[in-house]
């Protein structure tokens, strides 16, 4: 995590986010439930159908959020930071639920059409919708870059998916105001909901690769090597393991030196090692084994075909 402010500025904003996200989640619903009593659009009551999803996943980032920055305890050491992940992965399923919804309404449609009206109001209201999403996609952004949030994040993406269904659902109101298309209004439904189980996918396959403890970026670890590399008394390095809990990343490494220093000189040169790792990488958590350089024994980078060789 690049982000070097105090952590419990960070968890605020974490909370700011997820309150502002719910609030306007809430909002919204009621603003489309009349858009779509009043026109009859199905793109809207699909539009309506995401933010109910929106009111329960921001609902839900917002509990995981504020169990995951509860500091660590004694049957809990690594802390609560998975809860954020889970959380995603709820969002996912909700998600995906909806947009098979729409999709299912749509099909009724097609089958037994109606006519839309008032479509002039259904514009204003998908107006309003759209400036107020972009505003909190501003801020979600923000706190994502500075806490690396997976709740936040997963949350952002419901919400960038809401600019382009808003966008799009515009679009089609204009369509059919001016061109009298009704059957447009039911294509941009199918749209909106084949991308809404598309991201949900995403955000899906995003969080049980937390929950199963995939490595870091190669980026993040190449940044570990080189400080590693470039520390003094340093020979070698080897089963570098590394991974993310809700934003902490976790970093395990054996490091190689000289088997004839002290123990009280090892101890120091492995301390500039994790020290350099978390000027790097503030709040992160660092595992250091020391190894006599030279030692042959049963390592994990044998044992794992592919791990660590970077």
Known sequence: MQAKENPEYLNKLKRLAATLSVSLAVALCFLKIFGSIYTGSLAILSSLI???????????????????????????RYGYGRAESISALAQAAFIAGSGLFVMYDGITRIINPAPLEQTDFGIVVMAI???????LIAFQKYVTKKTASPAIKADSAHYT???LTNLSIIISLLVVKFLGINWFDILTAFIISAYLIFNAYKIAAEAVAALTDRELSQDIKQ??????????????????????????????????????LTLNLTHE??????????????????????DPYGLRENRLDYTIEGSCKL
């Open 269 to 290: 040169l492995t301390d500039n090692v994790e020290d350099a790792i978390k000027r790097q990488f503030p709040d992160a958590q660092v595992i250091i084994h020391q």
């Open 129 to 135: 919708s759209l400036i107020a999403t972009l505003a």
């Open 223 to 260: 940044k570990v090597i080189d400080i590693v590399t470039n520390s003094e008394g340093i020979k070698g390095y080897h089963d570098f393991r590394s991974r993310d809990l809700g934003g902490v990343y976790f970093f395990e490494i054996h490091l190689e030196l000289d088997g004839n």
């Open 50 to 76: 995401d933010s109910l999803a929106d009111v329960f996943a921001s609902s839900l980032s917002f509990v995981a959020i504020k169990f995951s920055t509860r500091p660590a305890s004694l049957e809990h």
């Open 161 to 163: 998916v809401d600019v």
